[in-house]
């Protein structure tokens, strides 16, 4: 185990290098987290629809409580027309959700730790937002920069400070996860290499710190994935119905 | 004492775990851009995977069974509903075939009543007729004889005063002039021996 915290979030290459043209895809650490945490998601949720009966099972009522969490939250945030996305949204709030949970399980990888891989959801997010809402509303669309009720004064600062608050979404939706969980991970990496340094007499407290850090991570987890399933509902309402 | 130590000892492992991270620090891996390209094709590729088996299989089917399971309890409670309805008809007819039969009990116990009181006051009239009939006839009877007291009073007194006046002077008196005295006599006080 390396003292260093940031030696968690190496990738590394699992297996032999795999090339298109000049580009190196090969299957790393990453891949097989983001592998396992897709093969959880799908066989947790086919058990939980295979059977079906009107006293749900465990698995089932898991399955049939997510399903109606996630599209709850959809119909609260965006509205009934949002529910052609009901299964992108549903699918992103459990891949990172589930990325984010295992990477709680000691010495695994967290995917949503890189700022890569939070990064191209949301500008896949953004970018799929933006071509929503320019197909809904036309050039319309470009009123979402317009608040209405504005003093004429004001209107170009505001202007301004709306297109740059548009395009800095994807920023701030992928760093927000991504430094969330690098920096949870790093303090009970540090917390941890505490106890170890610190022994038998003072890693007790160290140690207790890291029992609570671990809780609070997995908090953290689940709340990071709640706040970009439904930041991307927000994002999602802003393209559906128009109104600012 | 082990208190002091004890921070003391923390203290000084900050320095030393700086020295550690020093040595072995290249940075944040993330910014490392040698694995990008094949993070990107994976996220793609899982990701992708996922949405499409979840969108295309599962979904529709745990939103079907929900549908199903809503209908159930729907149509449940509706045939619930439904067997109430008609037991309360069911009751309220049960409650008009009990008031129907009441009244009807009420009609027959008339009926009856009347039946007997008419059979009552025929038999009772009939009875009446008997009695006053009989009454009638006492009367009659009676006025009969009351009719007949005076005419027998004056012969039994005509022959007792025969015989006293025979007894007492020895002869024989005439019958005729004896009733003569004696009708004198009812005619004067006939009114206080026997009503009018």
Known sequence: MAANPMTQFEVYRIGPEIKIGNF?????????????????ILIIFNLGSKKNSILPNKIQLLGELSYSFVSKMINDTAGSKAKPYFSFIFSLFMFVLFCNMFGMIPY?????????????????????VTIIGFIKHGFGYLKLFVPSGVPIVLLPLIIIIEIISYLSRPISLSVRLFANMMAGHTMMKVFGGFVVSLGIIGGWLPLSFSVALTGLEILVAFLQAYVFAILTCIYLNDALNLHH | MIKKIFFQFIFFNFFFLKEVFGAESGGMPQLNPEFWISQIFWL?????????????LILPKISANLELRKSQIQENIEAAEKQRESSESKLKEY?????????????????????????????????????????????????LLRKGAPEKINKIAIETSSEIV?????????????????????????????GS
């Open chain 2, 44 to 56: 793609t590729l899982t990701f992708g995977t996922l949405y499409i088996i979840l969108s295309k």
């Open chain 1, 108 to 128: 695994t990888f967290t995917v949503t730790s890189h700022i890569i891989v939070t990064f191209v959801l949301a500008a896949f997010i953004f970018i799929g």
């Open chain 1, 24 to 40: 190196d895809i090969s299957f790393t650490n990453a891949s097989l987290f983001m592998v396992i945490s897709s093969l959880a």
């Open chain 2, 166 to 194: 025979k007894k007492l002077i020895g002869a024989d008196i005439n019958n005729s002039s004896l009733s003569a005295i004696v009708e004198d006599l009812t005619k004067k006080s006939g009114d206080k021996y026997y």
């Open chain 2, 95 to 143: 409650d008009q075939i009990i008031l129907k039969t009441k009244l009807k009990a009420k009609n027959i116990f008339k009926d009856a009543r009347d039946k007997a009181l008419k059979d009552i006051n025929s038999k009772k009239e009939v009875l009446d007729n008997q009695i006053d009939d009989e009454i009638k006839k006492a009367e009659k009877e009676i006025e």
